[in-house]
């Protein structure tokens, strides 16, 4: 049986079964993008809640596996050569999954390195963009006098959404005819922006087509259902 001991994430959520991969995440748009990836592989793994309304991810023991204190991180026991592997921040998370199982990323290189650039404008600009629509309209922000900051963000996000809208247009997923971590990575933050966030007046979510049919068939894969909800909140 592998050891994880030596990880001092595990004293704090105990592994179960050590064997499996151990995601560490809460179902967040960033958290979800890597349980929706392991429902949609089928890897074998264990989910831990990290609960960053507690500040969880704060504590000595999750620092030590991401020093940024983010969710989601993992710890796969059968890394490379067969040694554990920590590993944080969604996108290279996506992108160890997808190389470790050979799903949902292309093999041709030109077709992998497109694949990639739009999990890096999530990354880049769809997560941080919706993210401070959120703060400025739904969470604290929403309080500011000031409605300038929540203009500001809205407006990059109508564009992003642009950008998302020409890139789909006869298109089934973001690189065509085969879903891949692109659309994985992207899906839940649109969700998050029209449904959590309460944002879709603001951003003009009623004007556009292919991207609310693009998030129709995401939200209708069975593994996305799953993952949406993965680790369940206490």
Same mark, same amino acid.
């Given at each position: 049986m592998?050891?994880?001991?030596?990880?001092p994430?595990?004293a704090?959520?105990?592994?179960?079964?050590?064997?499996?991969?151990?995601?560490?995440?809460?179902p967040?748009?960033n958290?979800?993008?890597?349980?929706i990836?392991l429902? +949609?592989? !089928?890897?074998?793994y264990?989910?831990h /809640?990290?609960?960053? %309304?507690k500040?969880?991810?704060w504590? &000595?023991?999750?620092?030590a596996?991401?020093?940024?204190?983010?969710?989601?991180?993992?710890?796969?026991?059968?890394g490379p050569?067969?040694?554990?592997?920590?590993?944080? +921040?969604? !996108?290279?998370?996506l992108?160890?999954? /997808?190389?470790?199982? %050979?799903?949902?990323?292309?093999?041709? &290189?030109a077709?992998r390195?497109?694949?990639?650039?739009?999990?890096?404008?999530?990354m880049?600009s769809?997560?941080?963009?919706?993210?401070?629509?959120?703060?400025?309209?739904?969470?604290?922000?929403?309080?500011?006098?000031?409605?300038?900051?929540r203009?500001?963000?809205?407006?990059?996000s109508?564009?992003?959404?642009?950008?998302?809208?020409?890139?789909l247009?006869g298109?089934?997923?973001?690189?065509?005819e085969?879903?891949?971590?692109a659309?994985i990575?992207?899906?839940?933050?649109?969700?998050?922006?029209?449904?959590f966030?309460?944002a879709?007046?603001?951003v003009?979510y009623a004007?556009?087509?292919?991207?609310?049919?693009?998030l129709?068939?995401?939200?209708?894969?069975?593994?996305?259902?799953?993952?949406?909800?993965?680790?369940?909140?206490p």
């Amino acid at each position: 049986m592998t050891d994880l001991a030596a990880f001092p994430i595990t004293a704090r959520w105990p592994a179960q079964h050590p064997d499996r991969l151990q995601l560490y995440s809460f179902p967040t748009p960033n958290g979800v993008k890597v349980s929706i990836m392991l429902e +949609e592989t !089928g890897l074998p793994y264990e989910a831990h /809640a990290v609960n960053i %309304g507690k500040d969880e991810s704060w504590t &000595p023991e999750f620092l030590a596996l991401n020093p940024n204190g983010k969710i989601p991180a993992i710890l796969d026991p059968n890394g490379p050569g067969g040694k554990p592997l920590a590993l944080f +921040e969604s !996108g290279a998370i996506l992108v160890y999954l /997808a190389e470790k199982t %050979g799903e949902f990323l292309p093999a041709d &290189p030109a077709a992998r390195y497109e694949a990639l650039q739009w999990v890096f404008f999530q990354m880049a600009s769809i997560g941080p963009m919706f993210g401070q629509v959120g703060f400025f309209h739904k969470f604290a922000g929403a309080a500011y006098e000031d409605k300038r900051p929540r203009e500001r963000y809205a407006t990059e996000s109508k564009r992003l959404l642009g950008v998302l809208e020409r890139r789909l247009e006869g298109r089934d997923w973001i690189m065509g005819e085969d879903y891949t971590i692109a659309d994985i990575a992207t899906l839940g933050w649109v969700r998050n922006l029209i449904g959590f966030y309460g944002a879709a007046e603001l951003v003009d979510y009623a004007t556009l087509a292919n991207v609310p049919a693009w998030l129709e068939r995401g939200l209708a894969r069975p593994a996305v259902q799953r993952g949406l909800e993965i680790p369940a909140r206490p």
